[in-house]
């Protein structure tokens, strides 16, 4: 599960952050993530939850933004236009469609400290 070291390094990162601003805890999370990517909400939200027991962000909420992203079809090549939707299918021709790889699979996009 790579996503275990994404959220981990996010984790880093705003965890840096908000003790380099002098913070005493993290009250938001805000990530980016494209629609349809391999991490998804819940799973963000569950390993934020395990893995920041004991850190400054512990407790914090999770606040999710969607990125839109262009798809190509595996089958058929024809790019899709950006867009939040969960489509899967490419609507040329059925095939499976993939993420075009220029979009981070999750981003920190922003943190709330106190």
Known sequence: MHEVGLVAEALEVAIGAARKAGATRIHRLTFALPSG???????????????????????????????????????????????????????????????RGDVPELALASIDVE
């Open 37 to 99: 990517g391999h991490v998804t909400p819940d799973t963000l939200e569950a390993l934020v939850l395990v893995m920041s027991r004991g850190t400054l962000a512990e407790g914090a909420a999770v606040s999710i933004e969607l990125l839109a992203c262009e798809r190509r079809c595996m089958v058929c090549g024809t790019v899709s236009g950006a867009s939040t939707d969960a489509v899967e299918c490419c609507l040329a021709c059925g095939g499976p469609l993939v993420e």
